[in-house]
């Protein structure tokens, strides 16, 4: 029996999905024993030994990695470097489903973002969405309680540098190809985290090495994934499933390093949830509506 388009897209987020959660779990694991800058750079060299061959069974030749926008790779590379070196310290240093849920906030910095760089236009609904999505935050953090870290904030940081990612890769996704795109920035993330990875460098010991090729491996798979669920499915209808990534996580934390989840957090990242769903939801009918309107109608008050 032949699977439908939109459950395709459904299946291969899901892929997606887990494929992150246990990169996470990688991570996590690596970082018993390793630097967070030598886990960055594992990661990135693995990952791009996972990505290669994928990509040259395409037919991919030398030429296609020609591009006027090096520059610009360069900028939107080191803007994701420092993302990620935040992301990873997150994951390493704070509790799995805290480091996870804030890393959703993601699309509240992308929707800033947009309106300061892209200069596109954020109606009454979606700054509505914004607002509680900062509130989700504010609660998983609660800052002045004696649970509060400045950790945390490494979290927040993270998840503003990927808004900043976002919006660079929504430019050059104007000339360039996604898969040029992926190669590019692989191609720059190597150097990029080798550098500060060898003034804390130590190499991996047994099972480590485990941990450290699947965070490449898992990382592209998912990557991939994730790029052909979104080609198959609307954003607003595959959103919800990326959250599968929490509990995911959560249990994980709880097996294999006696975490557990506390009542802020679960209820911060619901909020959360909530935010990026209507995001997501209202992108989707704008783009649809830019799609097929000619001339294209102005959104309605509110939106």
């Known amino acids: 029996m032949p699977v439908s388009q939109p459950t395709r897209a459904a299946l291969l987020m899901l892929g997606s999905t887990l494929f992150f959660a246990m990169m996470v779990i990688a991570i996590r694991l ?9 886990i960055a750079f594992f990661r990135n060299f693995f990952g791009l030994a996972a990505a290669l061959p994928l990509l040259m069974r395409r037919g991919r030749g030398i030429g296609f990695l020609k591009t006027a926008q090096l520059p610009r790779y360069f900028v939107r590379c080191l803007i994701g ?7 990873f310290w997150a994951i390493g240093n704070l509790p799995l489903a805290q480091a996870v849920s804030l890393s959703y906030s993601t699309p509240i910095f992308v929707t800033i973002a947009a309106v300061i760089f892209l200069h596109e236009q954020v109606r009454a609904r979606r700054w509505t969405a914004v607002g ?3 509130l989700g935050v504010l609660v998983i953090l609660r800052p002045g309680s004696g649970e509060f870290t400045p950790g945390m904030l490494v979290a927040v940081a993270a998840a503003m540098l990927s808004g900043l990612v ?8 104007r000339t360039e190809p996604a898969d040029r795109i ?3 920035t692989t191609l720059f993330w190597v150097p ?6 060898l003034a804390v460098w130590e190499w991996p010991q047994g099972a480590t090495w485990i941990w450290v090729v699947a965070s490449g491996v898992l990382g592209t798979g998912g990557h991939m994934l994730w790029t052909r669920a979104l080609k198959l499915g609307e954003v607003s209808a595959l959103t919800p499933i990326s959250f599968m990534q929490l509990p995911v996580v959560a249990l994980f934390g709880w097996v294999l390093f006696g975490q557990t989840v506390d009542a802020w957090t679960i ?11 209507y995001i997501a939801h209202r992108e989707a009918r704008l783009a649809r509506r830019a799609a097929t309107s000619a001339p294209i ?7």
């Open 166 to 173: 976002a919006i660079q890769i929504k430019e050059l996704s």
């Open 30 to 38: 690596a970082s018993e024993t390793l630097h967070t800058f030598e």
């Open 81 to 87: 470097m420092l993302s990620m070196f935040c992301g």
């Open 267 to 277: 209820a911060g990242a619901t909020i959360i949830f909530v935010a990026n769903a």
């Open 297 to 303: 109608e102005a959104a309605k008050p509110g939106e």
């Open 132 to 134: 509680l999505g900062f």
């Open 192 to 197: 990029m985290s080798l550098l500060p990875a």
């Open 182 to 184: 992926v190669i590019w």
